[in-house]
């Protein structure tokens, strides 16, 4: 049974229209993360939520925005989404102590802007 | 910032052949993960080493820890088909009390039957 669920699997939006997705987990993970990864590329953290603390990373674009209002659920919002914001977006949770912070990833979310 | 440094980053090679993946940085961390990603799914975890020079085995996987937990090392004995896909390791960091994951680019395996 899928434990980190992500929908939708595959997300078409226009430039500049704002687009959510959404991630949910049945693991009762402290932290909720968000990835971005482009074409055969590392995952690129974009930020991360421990408990309500939401972590930033320095060179997330402020076009990126997220809420976490459970423990269950998170969302990324892309506010007004380039050409360049097509990627897949990875979210992933982890319990977050040291040598428990194995990451438990979804499917994914595959964004195309047109 | 903390970087991992994997290498190669790709390989193809024929089955039944061995190959050794590396991960190197100059930041030590609390423990390291690797993933394996097949195309259009999210990455799974494959094994997670904690303490330096540690030594785990999956199979046909090796995974060794470096003494100093900068460094990781991924085994493949008898490469088969089914391995194919990108080998991504993760280390483990908590900076400034916020823990997260920082990956490497990755290593794309393409074993050929």
């Known amino acids: 049974d899928a434990m980190v669920i992500q929908n939708p699997r595959y997300q078409v939006t226009q430039f500049g229209k704002p687009v959510t997705l959404s991630c949910s987990q049945t693991?009762?993970?402290?932290?909720m993360y968000w990835y971005q990864q482009k074409s055969s590329q590392a995952p690129k953290l974009l930020f991360h939520?421990?408990?309500?603390?939401?972590?930033n990373e320095a060179d997330t674009p402020d076009n990126f925005q997220s809420r976490r209002p459970n423990t269950s659920f998170c969302f990324l919002d892309i506010r007004s989404p380039g050409l360049g914001d097509a990627a897949m977006y990875l979210c992933?949770?982890?319990?977050?102590?040291?040598?428990?912070?194995?990451?438990?990833f979804g499917q994914g979310t595959r964004l195309t802007v047109v | 910032t903390q970087l991992l440094e994997q290498s190669p980053q790709f390989l193809s090679i024929q089955e039944g052949e061995n190959l050794t993946v590396y991960c190197n940085s100059s930041?030590?961390?609390?423990?390291l993960q690797w993933y394996r990603q097949e195309p259009g799914e999210g990455p799974v975890l494959l094994v997670t080493?904690?303490?330096?020079?540690e030594v785990k085995k999956l199979k046909r996987l090796t995974f060794q820890f470096g003494d100093a937990r900068k460094d990781s090392s991924l085994h493949i004995t008898a490469a088969q088909p089914g391995d194919t896909g990108l080998y991504l390791c993760?280390?483990?960091?908590?900076?400034?009390?916020?823990?997260?994951?920082?990956f490497g680019k990755g290593m794309k395996l393409t074993v050929n039957p």
């Open positions: 992933a949770t982890s319990r977050g102590r040291f040598v428990n912070t194995e990451a438990f």
């Open positions: 693991l009762n993970h402290n932290v």
């Open positions: 939520y421990y408990d309500k603390d939401f972590n």
């Open positions: 930041s030590v961390f609390s423990s």
């Open positions: 080493v904690v303490t330096g020079g």
């Open positions: 993760a280390g483990a960091s908590n900076q400034g009390g916020s823990e997260k994951l920082v």
